[in-house]
């Protein structure tokens, strides 16, 4: 239990500019600038869906929440109550089920639920979800941003319709850039499920289409019929956007802002995990330490754990043949320093962050042309032992997977997650609630006659089982464990609060931003799927 002697020494710790050990990570208060500190100390990363089909839970307007901004408020308390914490983590909840039309869903996706809970202020993850209208099935995104939000904004913004374009047919292709040329309406090549407070960049939407257009134009130069596959288009998508993401920047630009948005997204980095499912068919494309698992039930009724992404960072071997490989064997052992690629940078692959992959010139170059980098807080940072960039890519690594009946559901999260519960305790949580919710809302059998006082019995038992405090998001069930667990596996509702009003200062030290999506996969779907076609 988190004893009130506990939340006294975080608070001393903090005040105190003590450095604390966190999950491999070493996080100082010291240092003013947030920004800054990530590049130069440590770089640690921390539309309305239509009618019927969408349920938005809560909003992000916590009147009861209560998170201080600094641990130097002299009325400092760790104390929240059960409605104030449910209010701060259901506050991001978004479900989506997939309509059942005449009771013949052919999708294989069930629904999905997603929340994210911040620790960065603002926070710095995104998530994107939806649904190809010019092609077939749904993607899913979580998208974790370091050095500030505007990459993995702009990512999450823009990443999927890269996808959805290079699926295409050379006809839908077709029609799309005729409708532009004579200034028609384009067909919608997305339908958007997002959260009412998923922020956009309102101010430059047209420049964004006006890339993805060069990008759909490029691809019909290249007249091939058949398109990609989709690990080609996934994999091409991925390097496209990040290639935009560079050129942006360099591109003379008369409009301030802008020019800003595009320095921010080019000096901010993101990492990405996107899933495409269609069918039985799921492909997961990944760059840097977001994670994708999946939940498989097996015939003995035990639930087994299949992860579908490798963690793109210095712990993991094949990332450093490849970037040895890559690299003269003079740089061998400088290409990662205390487990960071150059000793700066937590991930090996991600989105933006042209301070690994540009030349000091071309840096130097782009930051000199433009205005006050310092009030957007962008610094020219040249790394020791930096000759041979770019040391970072976007590239992706896109593993499929054959959906059978017995894959129950797929779990994607920034790092923020699996930094505080494993593979198989992420897919032990989902199974449990699971199991929890089915036997805890039984159906009301009714003796007759009714009367008030055999009413009142059954609802008294259902509220023993706990229904009402249940979090019906499994999202948020997984958040609220990650934070509050204490050594038993259990919720500690006195760590949870503490964990929760950690002020701003200090919370980082402690727990990173966590986004999470649960996608459930229609088993009779895909059962049907591998009857007809035996």
Request: hydrophobic share 35%.
């Amino acid at each position: 239990m988190m004893s009130r002697t506990v939340s006294s020494w975080i608070l001393s710790s903090a005040r105190n500019s003590i450095v604390l050990k966190g999950k491999g990570r070493l996080y100082s208060i010291c240092i003013p600038n947030r920004n800054k500190i990530k590049w130069k100390l440590v770089f640690s990363k921390t539309r309305p869906c239509p009618a019927g089909s969408c349920s938005l839970d809560n909003t992000f307007s916590l009147k009861k929440a209560f998170r201080h901004t600094s641990t130097e408020e002299e009325h400092f308390s760790f104390q929240l109550s059960p409605s104030q914490i449910n209010d701060i983590l259901r506050a991001g909840e978004l479900s989506h089920k997939i309509l059942d039309l005449n009771g013949k869903n052919a999708n294989s996706v069930l629904k999905f639920e997603s929340n994210q809970l911040a620790s960065n202020s603002p926070i710095e993850d995104r998530r994107s979800a939806a649904t190809c209208l010019q092609t077939r099935g749904m993607m899913f995104g979580v998208f974790d941003g370091h050095a500030g939000s505007a990459c993995a904004q702009a990512v999450s913004e823009r990443l999927l319709h890269y996808i959805a374009v290079s699926l295409m047919s050379r006809q839908t292709l077709e029609e799309i850039e005729l409708a532009v040329e004579c200034m028609k309406p384009v067909l919608p090549i997305l339908q958007w499920h997002k959260h009412p407070n998923d922020v956009e960049y309102r101010e430059i939407p047209s420049q964004y289409f006006e890339n993805l257009r060069v990008y759909w134009q490029h691809l019909l130069d290249l007249d091939t019929e058949p398109g990609f596959s989709l690990e080609e288009a996934m994999i091409c998508a991925f390097k496209r956007l990040d290639s935009d993401i560079s050129l942006e920047v360099q591109a003379p630009q008369e409009n301030e802002l802008m020019k800003n948005i595009a320095l921010q997204v080019a000096f901010s980095g993101a990492t990405a995990c996107v899933a495409h499912v269609d069918g039985v068919h799921l492909h997961v494309a990944n760059t840097g330490d977001c994670r994708a698992v999946l939940g498989v039930l097996e015939e003995d009724g035990t639930w087994s754990t299949v992860p579908l992404t490798r963690d793109h960072n210095a712990f993991d071997e094949f990332e450093i043949r490849r970037l040895k490989r890559e690299h003269p064997r003079s740089e061998e052992k400088t290409l990662f320093v205390n487990d960071r690629l150059l000793g700066i940078l937590m991930p090996s692959r991600a989105f933006g962050d042209v301070q690994l992959k540009w030349s000091k010139e071309l840096q130097h170059s782009v930051l000199e042309n433009s205005c006050d980098v310092e009030a957007l807080n962008i610094y020219q940072y040249v790394p020791p032992n930096y000759h041979t960039p770019p040391y970072l890519t976007a590239e992706p690594e896109v593993t499929y997977h054959k959906l059978r009946g017995k894959d129950k559901f797929l779990v994607i999260a920034s790092d923020g997650l699996w930094e505080m519960l494993s593979n198989e305790k992420v897919v032990k949580l989902v199974a449990g609630h699971l199991t929890e919710l089915n036997v805890q809302k039984p159906q009301l059998a009714f003796e007759k006659p009714v009367n008030l006082g055999y009413m009142h019995s059954l609802l008294l038992q259902r509220k023993n089982r706990g229904v009402a405090s249940l979090d019906q998001n499994t999202a948020t069930h997984l958040i609220r464990h990650a934070i509050g667990s204490n050594e038993y596996g259990e919720v500690d509702q006195e760590k949870l609060a503490a964990m929760l009003t950690l002020p701003e200062d200090l919370a980082r030290m402690y727990r990173d931003d966590i986004t999470v999506t649960v996608v459930y996969f229609n088993s009779e779907t895909i059962e049907n799927y591998y009857r007809n076609n035996e």
